[in-house]
């Protein structure tokens, strides 16, 4: 559900900008120059709904749109077969989705939502709102940048640019430009073609460039970042199992879990995905130490079958499983912290048989799904995880980047991998959504610009290819509407 003080939040400030415009509105002294103050800075307001509208930038896209006559004209071709391709290629992954989320619901599986390639976004719900403002600052961005395309492919093609705008719809920030329709209408439906996909091509240009920025932003970052040689800490979860006295520390560079090293956030994952699908990882303690500590007597057995031979009050002591050559589950209750911080990691009592060592292989006895994990982390001494893996998973938020100066921060390589995470997401659904053929939206007219230029002379009457236009726009409108309607109730609902 959408928490409820996000909701109380947006529309009490929506009522009070609205209540105070109506106020303004109504009084005799301030409602002319109240309005006057309106027109006067092209300010329009409405319930749920603030646009602005300047004339100020005009001349900045007249240039914009005569620079380079010939490379524009290729860029916008280029736009233009994009925009035609994502029209169709919208439909396919709408329906793609559509299907994904069908089948979610049947097997009433949250799984599946991962490998959906398109998600409804909803600030307090999937948006966590520590990074509401990356997600505000990369959809404006998105949008103005496709409206300059739109308003700099509008000025190459002789259609007049009245002006560019901006507006806040709910929470959502949002730009558009203001053409003169009658030129629009006058040009032909290729060079219409070239207008209406402008925006989709910007949007999937920008998508490309941060990509390519996040990719490159080892290199970019080299002489004050290195990577590769762990994955730092840049917040640990208050209360989580990884908080703590002996747990982990904002600043740790993490470089192994268990045996498996960390390089990276990527190895981070990695390494508890492999320990949460193989078997518990033994360590190798010598014979002598599991003569004295081996307690039969003590065993018993859990709800979930598994093994205990320790004290239930006992927060240092776990019990050990293993085996000699005379006998085969025997069982030992030692404490962890001295076990492990002297021994290597094992599988079976062969991986302890080196130096001629009387070396046995101790497993821990735990709860079914739960691990002992060993966390290395510099500087600090070893941390032992006992638990579910996801949990130490989600517990911090780690980055790639190790600072190579003091007075370096490590949440500035973060900022910027975030930012660049989002602008391509966004930036990229931009272009998607714009691109299907649905009302009120780019794709309306880039589709009938589409068959105009195309079924001219195959469907000779306007009417025919009008009222075949309106038919693909009301399936595209009803595609849509339903990933967007199902994709929220997921979200909002479940």
């Known amino acids: 559900m959408i928490p409820i003080p996000v909701v109380v939040c947006v529309v009490g400030g929506w009522c009070v900008i609205y209540l105070g ?3 303004l509105r109504s009084s005799s002294a301030l409602k002319s120059s109240y309005e006057d103050w309106l027109a006067a800075n092209g ?4 319930p749920f709904h603030v646009r602005w509208q ?5 001349r900045l896209f007249a240039k914009w749109g005569r620079w380079k006559p010939r490379f524009l004209y290729h860029w916008f071709n280029l736009g233009m077969v994009f925009g035609v391709v994502a029209m169709f290629g919208s439909i396919i992954l709408l329906t793609k989705t559509l299907m994904q989320t069908l089948a979610q619901m049947m097997t009433d599986s949250p799984e599946g939502s991962n490998e959906q390639m398109l998600q409804v976004v909803v600030p307090g719900v999937n948006l966590p709102v520590s990074q509401l403002a990356y997600f505000f600052i990369a959809i404006l961005i998105s949008g103005v940048i496709h409206e300059i395309g739109h308003g700099v492919a509008a000025v190459r093609e002789q259609v007049r640019f009245n002006g560019f705008g901006m507006f806040i719809f709910i929470i959502y920030p949002g730009a558009f430009v203001d053409l003169f329709t009658t030129h629009l209408q006058l040009i032909s439906p290729v060079q ?3 207008i209406f996909c402008a925006g989709v091509w910007h949007n999937f240009v920008v998508g490309v460039a941060a990509l390519a920025f996040l990719f490159l932003l080892p290199l970019f970052l080299l002489p004050f970042y290195y990577t590769g040689a762990g994955a730092v800490i840049t917040e640990v979860i208050e209360g989580s199992a990884a908080s703590g006295a002996r747990g982990l520390f904002v600043g740790d560079l993490v470089t192994h879990l268990e045996d498996c090293p960390v390089r ?4 981070w994952h990695a390494c508890i995905k492999d320990i949460s699908h193989r078997p518990q990882t033994g360590y190798c303690i010598h014979t002598a130490t599991l ?4 307690s039969p007597s003590r065993v018993y057995k859990r709800l979930g079958g598994t093994l205990e031979c320790c004290s239930n009050n006992s927060l240092t002591d776990i019990c050990f499983s293993y085996s000699n050559n005379l006998e085969s589950h025997l069982h030992a209750c030692l404490p962890a912290r001295k076990t492990i911080d002297s021994s290597h990691t094992c599988r079976t009592n062969m991986d302890c048989q080196k130096d001629f060592v009387p070396n046995l292989c101790v497993i821990p006895s735990l709860e079914n799904q739960t691990r002992l994990i060993r966390v290395r982390h510099q500087p600090q001494m070893d941390m032992l995880f006992v638990g579910y893996p996801l949990h130490l998973q989600f517990a911090v938020s780690l980055t790639n980047f190790v600072p190579r100066y003091r007075f370096l921060h490590f949440d500035l390589p973060v900022v910027i991998e975030t930012f660049c995470k989002y602008l391509v997401s966004l930036s990229g659904a931009l272009a998607v959504i714009n691109a299907v053929p649905c009302f009120a939206l780019d794709g309306q007219w880039m589709l009938t610009s589409f068959l105009e230029a195309t079924l001219s002379s195959l469907i000779v009457e306007k009417q025919n290819r009008e009222l075949l236009g309106f038919f693909i726009l009301l ?7 339903s990933n967007v309607a199902l994709g929220l109730w997921m979200v909002t609902a479940r």
């Open 21 to 23: 415009d109506v106020l």
């Open 43 to 46: 300010l329009s307001l409405s």
């Open 54 to 58: 300047t004339g100020l930038l005009n």
């Open 192 to 194: 219409q073609l070239r």
């Open 264 to 267: 990276s956030v990527e190895d």
């Open 291 to 294: 003569q004295h500590a081996r």
């Open 475 to 481: 399936a595209g409108s009803v595609l849509l509407a």
